[in-house]
């Protein structure tokens, strides 16, 4: 392999080794892990939202069941006195039968706020059970997603490596000065930093070389490398 082979052997690596490294940013697989991210997260919101709703509907149903037992014990109280030798007129025992009455007329209405509250928290528990569910498959598509991804980007790795081998391999037959020249440059022309000269032209070049200028180039010695003075490429004679 010529010196000047040798350097197009290093930039046709660079160029497989950006065209890798934009593969490996752009893999569908990384994409794929980001909506599995997202679909879970939206499960996560849902699951938060609707734990706070249960959380103040069983706050009140508590609260709720609470003055119950309040009431029931009252009313036992109540009837106790009611029924017992400590009622001393008439008038005593109608205002007892009158709070007895108010107290489960209230009980009756708590109790009634209570079953519609466990009537509204059944389909809540459900939901939340669908939706742990939801959560636990959306793990797990993360999960295979991810693992996909790392075989995909592993896949790439790999190709990077033997990229990386073969450049290494073409590198130390490039001399030291042209090296210098075409990593100068690269960074300007990138895939067509270094060209063949083509009959009388630059083959990377936009515009045909002066007459002169191709005279020039076409006189030197065959893996000669000139500088194109119209668009500034490395020319290989």
């Given at each position: 392999?010529?010196?000047?082979?040798?350097?197009?052997?290093?930039?046709?690596?660079?160029?497989?080794?950006?065209?890798?490294?934009?593969?490996?940013?752009?893999?569908?697989?990384?994409?794929?892990?980001?909506?599995?991210?997202?679909?879970?997260?939206?499960?996560?919101?849902?699951?938060?939202?609707?734990?706070?709703?249960?959380?103040?509907?069983?706050?009140?149903?508590?609260?709720?069941?609470?003055?119950?037992?309040?009431?029931?014990?009252?009313?036992?109280?109540?009837?106790?006195?009611?029924?017992?030798?400590a009622i001393t007129s008439a008038r005593e025992a109608t205002s007892l039968q009158d709070e007895i009455g108010h107290l489960r007329r209230r009980q009756d209405d708590l109790e009634g706020s209570v079953l519609e509250l466990m009537e509204?928290?059944?389909?809540?528990?459900?939901?939340?059970?669908?939706?742990?569910?939801?959560?636990?498959?959306?793990?797990?598509?993360?999960?295979?997603?991810?693992?996909?991804?790392?075989?995909?980007?592993?896949?790439?790795?790999?190709e990077l490596s033997e990229s990386a081998s073969r450049r290494e391999l073409a590198l130390p037959q490039v001399p030291a000065d042209v090296l210098t020249r075409y990593e100068g440059s690269r960074a300007s022309f990138g895939s067509s930093?270094?060209?063949?000269?083509?009959?009388?032209?630059?083959?990377?070049?936009?515009?045909?070389?002066?007459?002169?200028?191709?005279?020039?180039?076409?006189?030197?010695?065959?893996?000669?490398?000139?500088?194109?003075?119209?668009?500034?490429?490395?020319?290989?004679?």
């Open positions: 392999m010529t010196a000047m082979d040798a350097l197009f052997a290093v930039q046709d690596e660079d160029v497989i080794r950006g065209q890798l490294d934009y593969r490996r940013a752009h893999l569908s697989e990384r994409q794929d892990v980001v909506a599995a991210e997202v679909e879970r997260g939206e499960t996560a919101t849902a699951i938060a939202a609707l734990e706070l709703e249960r959380l103040e509907h069983s706050r009140r149903q508590n609260r709720l069941e609470g003055e119950v037992v309040a009431i029931e014990a009252r009313l036992a109280e109540l009837d106790k006195k009611l029924y017992g030798s509204v928290l059944e389909p809540m528990e459900q939901e939340l059970a669908r939706l742990a569910d939801q959560a636990s498959a959306g793990d797990a598509a993360i999960h295979a997603a991810q693992t996909s991804l790392a075989e995909a980007e592993a896949a790439v790795d790999g930093t270094v060209v063949r000269f083509s009959g009388s032209d630059c083959s990377g070049c936009p515009y045909s070389m002066p007459a002169v200028e191709a005279d020039r180039v076409r006189s030197l010695t065959a893996g000669t490398l000139a500088d194109c003075s119209e668009c500034g490429r490395l020319v290989v004679r």
